[in-house]
């Protein structure tokens, strides 16, 4: 927009966008009446679409009654309702659920958990989190420290503790003939080779995100990957903390996307598709034992003011309740399987779509300056940028970056709401195609 009115909101960079007057199911909706499809669902966060009445309709019940009591002066009955459903949906013996209001404060509560586990066992030495490059786990300096992305790191190092990093699996930029599932076993074992140069006994755990989210752009491994990961970890005793972030609550077309491949972790963190943009909600969810070993050596030391409040988890039962009324994990692996046919389509008219990826409805496509090689295109292009900003022109928004230093060029998320119809698919195809042949003219 040119000339924005001047603001005291500190909007962080010189791009002001239209103002978001109105939402409804997969639409939003600026205050001059331009119409968004949200293709992105924000930041794959709107699982259940916009402005869902049954959501609104319990919030507003909730208000009525409480939206606040400190969780050191009172137990809730959302809270502890919400914690069971999710505990439910859970791999086995992963049942003790500590609420939070994003995703960064998720994934500190499982380095701090992890760490106060193996200190209540008598290992205190372990304290390093191994992580991938790139991966992204969230913005604090905690979460940071296990994040690899240069760019939202840098300027904290030296208040950072840096952690220990492996290649993500990036198989789909290898031109080495094994097999896939080879090298998935190969970037695995990165793990252990890490681990060894580390000293297994300073290493406290692994962190990863089943299916990659903003940094790798839907980067979903081989399947031998997860489980050589959860072996290596057991080999070493080592906890593995799945961030499951952006890839939970469905997105995915399952639950959790780990159990695509069975995987069983010892502490997940949740967030955006379980607040679902109706809410800052998120959650750790920790393995019984771990956290009932931290209780019995004198409690966990870690705690949020907001967590758990009654009118965040009374919205999070009710987007799970719509979850299911709706069908919508099922529905996120149908309609992400057809949108991502149909992305993978476009390669035939845009050489420069390297790679099309994802599961269920977390899918991307990243474009390259040749498929062949898959050397990414310039940076000076900013394709990142143009293309978006190109889409948004069009009505459709879509989530992009690009890695610096790592070898993963512009990707673009293309994840709309759960709730994507067949004719919303169709339309996020006509407004994808004419934006790519305009950034292509
Ligand atoms: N982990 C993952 C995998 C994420 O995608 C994000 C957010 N993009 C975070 C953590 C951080 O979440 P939040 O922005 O809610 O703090």
Redesign the pocket.
Known sequence: MSNPPPSNLFYQTRLRRPVLARGEGVYLWDSAGRRYLDGSSG???SNIGHSNPAVLAAMRRQMDLSTFGYRLHFENEPAEALATRIAQRMPEGLDRVFFV???????ESCLKLARQYKLARGEGQRWKVISRFP??????LG?LAV?GMSLMSAPFAPMLREMPKIPAPTCYLDRDGLSHEARGLRYARLLREEILAQGPETVLAFIM?PV????TGALVAPDSYYSEIRAICDEFGILLIS?????GAGRTGRYLAGEHWGLRPDIV?L??GFGAGYV?L?AMVADRLIAETVIDAGGFVHGHTYAGNPLACAAGLAVLDEIDRLDLIAAAARQGAALKGRLEGLMACYPFIGDVRGKGLLLAFELVADRETMEPLPTGLNAHLRLVDIAYEAGLIIYSRRTRGGRIGDHFLVCPPLIVSDSEIDEIMEKLDRALALFAA
Do not use: I, Q, W
């Open positions: 930041a794959m966060v209001s994003g995703g960064s404060e998720a994934v991966s992204y786990h969230g913005s604090t979460a994040t995100e990659g989210g903003a940094s961030d499951e972030v952006m890839s963190a967030s955006k800052p998120g």
